[in-house]
Every structure is written in structure tokens, then in C-alpha cells.
């Protein structure tokens, strides 16, 4: 990650506050986005993260680890004969943000405002398929619960494109073509307001470099389940694609920081 990159994404937090879905302009003046995790891939490796979810049917051991820091990066590899436990599906992620050892990890809770903002880089080998491929979700901690917000790569219309979706209600908060931005680092904040019913928000930006792909939000909209909200990375995909699109790849992440707008 070069110094003019990290610039580029520090320069996007400047002023955002009073630009966050939700908040009424007198209290988005008052309130200011308070930086609570900025990990190192090369100084906390997979410490960043509350857990990992590497392989967890043990279907490729030879290959591991699928997940690891490697210089000021996080890959995540991904071949075509993993499994996950549900067999119809691959699954390489880490979830929530952690600061330190032991149990001290950031809990996103019921009217709280979230940013996480982070570069990553999308190989033209991992491509939108026609059945889910999700690179970054929202959940509840635990087994069996939904996703509340997902980010995907998905095939329209024969189009490859990378989306972020409101999952519970299927609202699509915005979509952009996704193979101009194949095999460059981009930009990404999201930002969450945690609210249950129509008490929460969301925003999505994209960026190639200077340039502002995509800014989309959404108010009024159901962004908890129950406990916390918390976010995972990696690639999670479905088998069930029919455009042929499914080979080895690999997605990184970098800079990653996570914001509470107090």
C-alpha cells in the first residue's frame, strides 16, 4: 500500500462526518468520527480479527493456511475444490475487529454509527457469479442467523458487477460495473447506522484513486437482528454459479480502519 493511496483514503474521512445517513444536521456537526481500530497486516497479522474461518471442514488442508498477512496485506486464497461444512458452498473469512490479545474486540451495537474504510484488491480471476459471492457481510454473531448487509460480486443480465445489498428485505443500496476496477486497488467505506426496523442507514463508496465510483446511501432501513452487528471479509461463495466463473483466486485487503461517530 503506498504512502499516496493512504492519503487518498485518510483525505475521504475529512468533513464526513456531517455527510453521514441518518443524522440530523445539528447532531452531525456536534458528533465526529472517533478512530477505534487500525490494525497492521505485518505488526498483528490475523490478530486483527475477533475469529477466523479458515476452512473449517478441513477440505484442503495442503493448501493452508487460505488466510494470512503477508507484508501489508491480508489474502484470502481461494481454490475450486474448497468446501465449507454446508458443501454447496466455499467460505474463507474473518470476522469483527479486535484490539490487542485475549478477549478485547469492538461490539457494534443497537444505535451506534460504524465506519470501516479499507483498500482492496479484486484479481480478474475472482469474478461475479450468477449465485452468491459475498466479500464482505454484516451479521449477528452465531450460527444460523441471516446476513443484514452484504457486499457481492454478481452477474446481471451476463454483467459482472460488485453490489451492496440490504439483505434481510433485498434492497439494493447500489451497483456498479465491477471489471473496470478488476486488478487495482480500490477504496472502500461503509459506513452503518445499527438500528432495528427503520431506525438504521447505510452508506457505500467506492473509489479507483481520485475517482468516486460509486456513493450511495440509504435511510430508513432494518440494519439489526439481535446481540450486535458484526462484520466479516473474505470470500464466501456459492457453488450453484452457471457462467463458468468459478476458478482459483484470491481477494486482498489493506489499511483497514474501523470509526465510531461520537
Same mark, same amino acid.
Given at each position: 500500500m503506498s504512502t499516496t493511496r493512504r492519503n487518498l483514503l485518510g483525505a475521504a474521512l475529512g468533513g464526513a462526518a456531517a455527510a453521514t445517513v441518518g443524522l440530523p444536521a445539528s447532531t452531525a456537526h456536534a458528533a465526529s468520527w472517533q478512530l477505534k481500530w487500525s490494525p497492521s497486516a505485518s505488526g498483528d497479522g490475523l490478530g486483527a480479527?475477533?475469529?477466523i474461518e479458515d476452512d473449517r471442514a478441513d477440505s484442503h488442508t495442503s493448501a493452508a493456511p487460505h488466510i494470512y498477512a503477508t507484508g501489508d496485506n491480508w489474502r484470502f486464497n481461494m481454490h475450486t475444490v474448497d468446501r465449507d461444512t454446508s458443501t454447496d458452498r466455499q467460505r474463507h473469512e474473518v470476522t469483527g475487529l479486535r484490539n490487542g490479545s485475549g478477549g478485547n474486540y469492538l461490539k457494534w451495537t443497537e444505535g451506534q454509527t460504524w465506519r470501516v474504510t479499507y483498500s482492496m484488491y479484486i484479481p480478474s480471476s475472482l469474478k461475479a457469479t450468477t449465485s452468491f459471492t459475498h466479500i464482505m457481510q454484516m451479521k449477528q454473531p452465531g450460527t444460523g442467523s441471516s446476513p443484514v448487509v452484504v457486499q457481492s460480486l454478481r452477474r446481471v443480465n451476463g454483467v459482472q458487477t460488485i453490489e451492496l445489498k440490504q439483505f434481510t428485505d433485498d434492497i439494493l443500496i447500489g451497483r456498479t460495473d465491477l471489471e473496470p476496477l478488476h486488478d487495482r486497488w480500490i477504496d472502500v467505506d461503509f459506513q452503518i447506522k445499527v438500528g432495528n426496523g427503520s431506525a438504521g442507514s447505510l452508506r457505500w463508496i467506492l473509489k479507483n484513486g481520485s475517482t468516486t465510483v460509486i *456513493?450511495?446511501?440509504?435511510?430508513?432501513?432494518?440494519?439489526?437482528?439481535? *446481540?450486535?452487528v458484526r462484520p466479516k471479509w473474505g470470500i464466501y461463495r456459492s457453488l450453484g454459479d452457471t457462467s463458468g466463473s468459478l476458478q482459483n483466486c484470491y481477494l486482498l485487503l489493506s489499511n483497514m480502519?474501523?470509526?465510531q461517530l461520537l
Open positions: 480479527f475477533e475469529t *456513493d450511495k446511501s440509504r435511510t430508513g432501513i432494518d440494519t439489526f437482528l439481535a *446481540d450486535r480502519r474501523g470509526y
